[in-house]
């Protein structure tokens, strides 16, 4: 059975930087693109990066690009989001999931097209 375990977030002033990390177990993790997304008190849940299987593509959202980066290591079942020049409004529960295999490969944005998530770690950046 798949599973997604979030961990590394925590409380960070603004300006600081946090790494977050994602472990799923079951041996295909390699087969997959992964994305974080991230959800805030009263907003939906939104897209903030995606990685390829192999690593070698990564998209991030306008807010996040050159501030955060996605990475994966396959022979630990892990991606990462390390996040830099952290902002308040980087607050928010973030989430990795899992890319449905089958969805289009270009359709990143969209929650439906994920068909694993993990249970969130807080992330809260004060001013």
Not at 26 to 38: K, L, P
Not at 44 to 73: L, M, P, Q
Not at 88 to 102: G, I, M, N, Q
């Amino acid at each position: 059975q798949m599973q997604l375990v979030e961990s590394g977030g925590g409380l960070v002033q603004a300006g600081g930087s946090l790494r977050l990390s994602c472990a799923a177990s079951g041996r295909t993790f390699d087969s997959y693109a992964m994305s974080w997304f991230r959800q805030a008190p009263g907003k939906e849940r939104y897209f903030v990066a995606t990685i390829n299987w192999n690593g070698a593509s990564t998209n991030y959202a306008d807010s996040e690009k050159g501030r955060f980066t996605i990475s994966r290591d396959n022979a630990k079942n892990t991606v990462y989001l390390q996040m830099n020049s952290l902002k308040p409004e980087d607050t928010a529960v973030y989430y990795c999931a899992r890319k449905a295999l089958l969805s289009p490969s270009g359709d990143y944005y969209q929650t439906k097209n994920y068909d694993y998530w993990g249970q969130g770690t807080q992330v809260t950046v004060s001013s």
